[in-house]
């Protein structure tokens, strides 16, 4: 049984620099969280995708942050012009749609996060 | 506003000692709270959901409970194993989606 994956597990990059990391969920999970996570925060939610459609994206995902997740499998979050306040961890969830309103798990799957250094 | 505190910040404690960790939460349309468990340079690994006041669950030497307003995470004779940060996050209905809130976490080292 494989978990969440996700690559690279480490990015140092020049601000200005375009980055793309990409997260593989388990695989009988339709539902795929991205979330940021900085020192001494939990984690804060980015973005969600059902299958391959964007359900919903938090005023913290500026426009510089794109996400995509084709044919609802891998998903990859691309970081255009970073700045020094994207350097974060980058998390990935999945989780599996339960099968009845009011049944099934909701628990949130996270990856081991992909480290991001904007020098 | 929807908000997670978790306290104390930080603890240390002996090997042995029992202790509980709080965490309070102020959230509109609660669907679940969540206790992880997250070692540096990891992502946070699941541990308990708890949906309704008074329920509680076990794993080992963690038992989580959940009341109206908080849930506790007792950790009862920890081992040095025990140590890292463990976050709590609630789960809210908004849009018919899975969206969790987590609280800041409290960092535990367990010393011999």
């Known amino acids: 049984d494989t978990g969440v994956s996700q690559d690279p597990r480490h990015k140092i990059t020049k601000r200005g620099q375009n980055v793309t990391f990409r997260c593989d969920p388990i695989?009988?999970?339709?539902?795929l969280y991205w979330y940021r996570q900085t020192l001494g925060q939990g984690p804060e939610f980015l973005t969600y995708?059902?299958?391959?459609?964007?359900?919903?994206k938090s005023r913290l995902l500026s426009d510089r942050f794109s996400a995509e997740r084709p044919k609802g499998s891998f998903s990859t979050l691309e970081i255009q012009r970073t700045e020094q306040g994207d350097s974060a961890m980058y998390l990935c969830?999945?989780?599996?749609?339960?099968?009845?309103?009011?049944?099934?798990?909701?628990?949130?799957?996270f990856g081991p996060g992909t480290r991001l250094t904007v020098t | 506003e929807d908000q997670v505190t978790q306290s104390p910040e930080a603890l240390r404690l002996q090997e042995g000692e029992s202790s509980s960790l709080n965490c309070s939460y102020t959230?509109?349309?609660?669907?679940?709270l969540f206790w992880y468990r997250q070692d540096p340079g990891k992502g946070p690994e699941f541990l308990f959901t708890?949906?309704?006041a008074g329920e509680e669950k076990e794993k080992e030497r963690l038992k989580a409970t959940l009341t109206k307003k908080e849930s506790f995470l007792h950790i009862t004779a920890p081992k040095p194993e025990d140590s890292a940060t463990y976050l709590c996050?609630?789960?809210?209905?908004?849009?018919?989606?899975?969206?969790?809130?987590f609280g800041a976490g409290t960092r535990l080292a367990v010393h011999p």
């Open positions: 995708f059902q299958n391959e459609a964007q359900l919903e």
């Open positions: 969830a999945s989780s599996r749609q339960p099968g009845k309103p009011g049944q099934g798990t909701h628990e949130q799957y």
């Open positions: 695989s009988e999970h339709n539902r």
């Open positions: 708890l949906y309704s």
């Open positions: 996050a609630v789960r809210l209905f908004s849009g018919g989606y899975n969206k969790l809130i």
């Open positions: 959230v509109s349309g609660l669907r679940g």
